[in-house]
C-alpha cells in the first residue's frame, strides 16, 4: 500500500514540479532554470547523504555496467522535455502524454527484459489497458 502512495506523491510532485520550473523558464532561460533545478537537487540529495547515508562515494565506481551512471544526465533532459512540453501543451496534456510514454516505455523494457529488468511475458490485458490509457488521452485532447 505505501508503494501505491509513494507513486501518487511522486507524480503530483512530478506535476508541480513541472508548472513551477516553466514558470522559472518565463524569467530565466531553459538551460538556466533546468542547471539551476539540477543543483538545487544535488544540494537536497548531498544534505541526505549526510544526515542519514554516507555510503562511501567510490560505491559509485563498482556500479556495473557503466551506463546506468547516466541517470543524471537524462533527469536534466527529463526536465527540460517536461518545461518545453508543460509550455507548449499546458499542465494536463503534457502530464498525459508524459504518463503514457512512461508507461509504454516501462512496459517495453519489461518486455525485452532492458537495461537489468527481469524479462516480463506479453500480457494482453496489459496492452488493452494501454490502449485504453491512450484513447482516455485522445478524448481529452478532444
Do not use: H
Amino acid at each position: 500500500m505505501i508503494g501505491f502512495l509513494i507513486a501518487i506523491l511522486s507524480g503530483a510532485l512530478m506535476s508541480v514540479q513541472g508548472v513551477f520550473n516553466t514558470q522559472v523558464t518565463k524569467t530565466s532561460g531553459m538551460w538556466l532554470a533546468s542547471g539551476f533545478v539540477q543543483l538545487t537537487a544535488l544540494m537536497v540529495c548531498v544534505a541526505a547523504w549526510l544526515i542519514k547515508e554516507r555510503t562511501p562515494v567510490t560505491s559509485l565506481l563498482f556500479v556495473q555496467p557503466k551506463y546506468m551512471l547516466l541517470g543524471g544526465v537524462i533527469g536534466a533532459f527529463i526536465t527540460v522535455t517536461v518545461i518545453k512540453a508543460m509550455e507548449m501543451l499546458g499542465p494536463a496534456k503534457a502530464v498525459m502524454f508524459i504518463v503514457i510514454s512512461q508507461l509504454i516505455v516501462a512496459y517495453v523494457i519489461e518486455l525485452f527484459g532492458m537495461f537489468g529488468v527481469d524479462k516480463q511475458p506479453l500480457e494482453w490485458r496489459k496492452v488493452i489497458g494501454m490502449a485504453i490509457a491512450i484513447a482516455g488521452v485522445i478524448l481529452f485532447k478532444w
